[in-house]
Structures are given as structure tokens and as C-alpha cells.
């Protein structure tokens, strides 16, 4: 059965840094993994897609990693804004479906 | 743009009264999918369609049904509102073996 894992749970920094959020899945025989933006009380918006046959994706000052060998992505923030400041969360497929499983999410604040 | 569009943003709704949520999504996407989401829970699984009159039972199925008569509505249905279904309520959508999940801004419910 696919877990997906994150950390950390919590993640407060100064205006300007560079972060990286982790995400780690027991089931490494995934076709994709998405990872998503929940600012508080609204939906979830899609960040980056990579499929399996990626290495990583960018999007702006976004970059997402895929390691299946290892049951591993990564998020990369890079000159993090206060804007950036919400609930991150990764999501990988259960075995041989679409149904996606999602991690407990890393909340992250930017401090001006 | 598209869109997977929740009729409500907030309700409030009595115990024992029959509640309708409505997803609609306009990508022509086969899978569509109910989540809740609670603090400390993350995201759990209600019920999921990939086709037309078809659904799945998720992680937490008891209590709610579904109702699929088209492929671009998919709604939740709570029989007999509980003060344990208060929650936010997240629909999501998403064509068949590629993932990438679109997910509509969320139902905040509330049973008094």
C-alpha cells in the first residue's frame, strides 16, 4: 500500500531563502507524482507534474525532483517571498491506479 | 482555463438533513474523485468514479454515497448530516492514466 511521507511537518524562514521540501513513498513503481499549494481554508492548486519518465520539472522558481530508485522527490523554492507562504503538499499514485495519496503536507511560513 | 467548479463555498446544514455537494468539471476528464480533508488527517479518500455511472468506495466511504449520471457532474451525497461529517469537502478530477489532478476551491460544511 503507497504512503507518502513529508517533512518537515513545519518550516519558518527569513524572506530570500532557498528551501527544499521532501517527500519520500513506500511504492516506487509510480507513473507520476504532483505536488500541490493549499493556502488556509481554500483548494489545492497543482504546482508541478513530473511523470515517470522525468528527472524533475520547473515551473518559475519551482523545481521538483522524482528519484523512484530511492522513493524520493524534492521541491526546491528558490528566493522564497512571503507569498510562497502556505501548506505544500506531494502526492503519488496507489499501485496500478489514479487514485492519488496524498502526504500530511510541509507548512511553510516566510517571514518579511 | 480549466475548472472543477463546487457549487458552495460554505453550508451549514442541520443533523439528519439530506445534503447534496456538487462537483462539475469542463476537461471531459474520466476520473473524478471526493476527498475530506480535516486537521491533523489530511486528505481521506470518500469515493471515486472513472466512468460514467460507475464509483468506487474510498478510504471512509460510510455515510456518504455518490451519483454519477454524467461525465462531468459527480456529486456527494450525505444521507443523514452528522456533526462528525463537519469538514471541508475537495473534488477533484483527472483523465485517465496521465494523473494530474484538478481540484475545485473546496465546501466548507458545517453540521449543526
Known amino acids: 500500500k503507497q504512503e507518502v511521507t513529508q517533512i518537515p511537518a513545519a518550516l519558518s524562514v527569513p524572506e530570500g531563502e532557498n528551501l527544499v521540501l521532501n517527500c519520500s513513498f513506500t511504492?516506487?513503481?509510480?507513473?507520476?507524482l504532483q505536488w500541490f499549494r493549499q493556502d488556509p481554508g481554500k483548494g489545492l492548486t497543482s504546482l508541478l507534474l513530473?511523470?515517470?519518465?522525468?528527472r524533475e520539472q520547473t515551473s518559475g522558481r519551482l523545481n521538483a525532483s522524482l528519484d523512484k530508485s530511492s522513493g524520493r522527490s524534492t521541491l526546491y523554492i528558490a528566493a522564497s517571498q512571503p507569498g510562497d507562504s502556505a501548506t505544500y503538499l506531494c502526492?503519488?499514485?496507489?499501485?496500478?491506479?489514479?487514485?492519488?495519496?496524498f502526504g500530511t503536507g510541509t507548512r511553510l511560513q516566510v517571514f518579511p | 482555463d480549466v475548472k472543477v467548479t463546487q457549487s458552495s463555498r460554505y453550508l451549514v446544514k442541520r443533523t439528519g438533513e439530506k445534503v447534496f455537494l456538487e462537483c462539475v468539471q469542463d476537461?471531459?476528464?474520466?476520473?473524478m474523485f471526493w476527498y475530506r480533508q480535516d486537521p491533523g488527517l489530511g486528505l481521506r479518500l470518500i469515493y471515486f468514479?472513472?466512468?460514467?455511472?460507475?464509483?468506487e468506495k474510498g478510504d471512509i466511504p460510510e455515510g456518504y454515497s455518490v451519483s454519477r449520471e454524467k461525465k462531468e457532474r459527480f456529486s456527494l451525497i450525505l444521507e443523514s448530516a452528522s456533526t462528525n461529517q463537519t469538514s471541508m469537502y475537495l473534488c477533484?478530477?483527472?483523465?485517465?492514466?496521465?494523473?494530474?489532478?484538478?481540484f475545485g476551491s473546496g465546501t466548507r460544511l458545517t453540521v449543526v
Open positions: 477533484a478530477s483527472s483523465a485517465s492514466g496521465t494523473g494530474g489532478y484538478t
Open positions: 511504492d516506487s513503481a509510480i507513473y507520476n
Open positions: 513530473i511523470q515517470s519518465s522525468q
Open positions: 502526492a503519488a499514485p496507489s499501485y496500478n491506479t489514479d487514485k492519488l495519496i
Open positions: 476537461m471531459d476528464h474520466e476520473n
Open positions: 468514479s472513472y466512468d460514467v455511472k460507475m464509483k
